[in-house]
């Protein structure tokens, strides 16, 4: 390569790492506040981790705690007090059982109906295409009370079901999956018929595992969605806090006696986020590995 | 037994006719080729044969059962596919298992993990890796086993999807354009390697191809198929001698054909250019089409009433052979001869040469372009 070649890259770097800089900084922020006194958080000062003296916290001994009990670093206070004082595993443990539960049956309704509108003929099919492409239209807030209303009189508010339901068919994942299956070879599944297969053994055995790539892709956009949607369980999980997912537990730090505590706050944020990075950090790697179609051409 | 007889097939996609009610009798054994240019209706055909498509009309019969409402799964049949469609996500073993998974497993045994109980599977997983591995030994393509589709080449692809076809020991094998997405040297190898196939398999094959190399080298008999329509189905020597009409002629054979504008008079005698055939036409006093190959024409010194002259245009040199493209004096045709590199090497683009026929080779055509025969008379 050339000097000019250099300074052409150079640039190209330079502008991406302003554009990294900008979307990291509200993270760097939330894990420096997670790890600093409250002092040193409305003072400003202290750079990344603070001085991390051993101190005692007002907050905690007002909660109730004895004084020793509340002596410590900052950064050990923060995380245990965010524990303390709300059930942290309980919440992350509902988000995962909803979030899978949704991302399963999604796909369970996705693939078949995907498969169906790529793959097989059938009278009506152009049509309930366009209305699947019509859905994607319709805004999540717009039914949002119907769908309350509908879930309140079958008597499932406050349960996993009035969380899960309504999100089971998604006609995005249908869209996304029905344009990876257009690329399929026909004679693919031409040879799969021939084995012997029937079309849900197709959809199963050859569609699915070719898919891999697309269906990470959509989990990742379904998982991030449902994991840090806070709109929707907040309408439907009114007075169980067994049920809370990580965003409504967030939510349990704001107000109250200990009304600006960010310490505490940032560190429950932080253990909220961490399993959707580490989550996308290994299903990146295997997105890039990725299934192709080499086999076929 | 692998017999097939498909009956006043005719198949048409909403308006348009693809196949135009077609007989063919396939006797057991049989390579037979379905041949044709693109978009004639071969594929279609096949995959009626298959099941893969469901035809508008007609029977297709295998050993003698009408399969018309039998699903392609359980006509017993083994398709190759011009892209081999391997399961790319499969290992070459699972890739040949799956077929034979599929038919000896019931559904309880091919659960995973809970299928490992049934009693009877062990057995059936010993019979089919054993075929398994018979049948990669006659493909030699043991080493490859433990590989993915992707890591093979084509023509190892090529292999493995004849083999997928094979371990079942189907009634027939369908080949749909199998070798045409190999290159030039693999392909005349492995049409080779397909016809010792048959001979040691003795299945009956129903081969697919647009390219008439390919036809006439390994097939026992070739069915010539244009729009929609069969025109000769015979052997290939047969097509190629005694082309029952003049689009079979000059799709048959390459080069192609030479066909001149020519006259019969009253009496049926027959004339072209500035030649006379010497021989009568069952038809009198019409214009017909004389169809000569290329092989059959010679550049020669003479100048006679059997001759005729032209320019050559362009020289094609194969080495065993070269092949001149010819205008013809008067304009109105451009031929091509074939000439023996040792006789004919010093002519090259621009000299005029004169071309003589070799006798008792021509083809008469009516102006149909159906075949006319002539008379001893």
Redesign the interface.
Known sequence: MEAKQYIGEGWKHAILIIGAIVVMLPFYMMVSMSLKSQQEIQSISGGLIGAQETQTFPVCVKTGYSEETCTMKPYQYNYWFAFEKAPIPRYLMNGVIVTLSIFIIQVLVALPCAYALAKLRFYGREFVFSMVLFCLLIPVHGIALPLYVMLAQAGLVDTYSALILPWTISVFGIFLMRQFFMTV?D??I????????GEY?IVWK?ML??A?PALLAFAIFSVVAHWNDYFWPRMVITGNRDLFTPPLGIREFRGGIDSDEFGPMMASIVTVTVPLIVAFIIAQKRFIEG??????? | MGTISLKNISKSFGSTQVLNNLNVDINDGEFLTLVGPSGCGKSTLL?II?G?EQQTSGDVLIDNKNVNRVR???RD???V??????????TVRRNLE??LR??DYNAFERLPLIGNFSPSKKEKTESINQLVNKTSETLKISELLDR???Q?SGGQ?QRVALG?AMVREPVAFLMDEPLS?LDAALRVHMRSELSELHNSLKTTFVYVTHDQAEALTMSSRMAVMIDGNLLQLDKPQEVYDNPSSLSVAQFVGSPKINIFKGTADSSGMISFLNVNLKRKSSESNTDLHIGIRPEHLEITNESNENTFSGTVAYRENLGSDIFFHVNIEDGSNKIIVRGLPQFTHQISNGSSVNIKRVSDKALLFNQAGMRVQFTNA
């Open positions: 070879p004679e693919l031409d040879a799969a018929r021939m084995d012997g297969m053994a050859v595992p070719t891999i299934i192709t179609l080499t086999g076929m051409k | 995959r298959a893969l392609a799964s359980e049949l083994a398709m596919f011009q892209s081999y469609a391997l399961y790319p996500h499969l799956t077929p599929l038919r993915k589709p992707g093979l692809r997928r997405n």
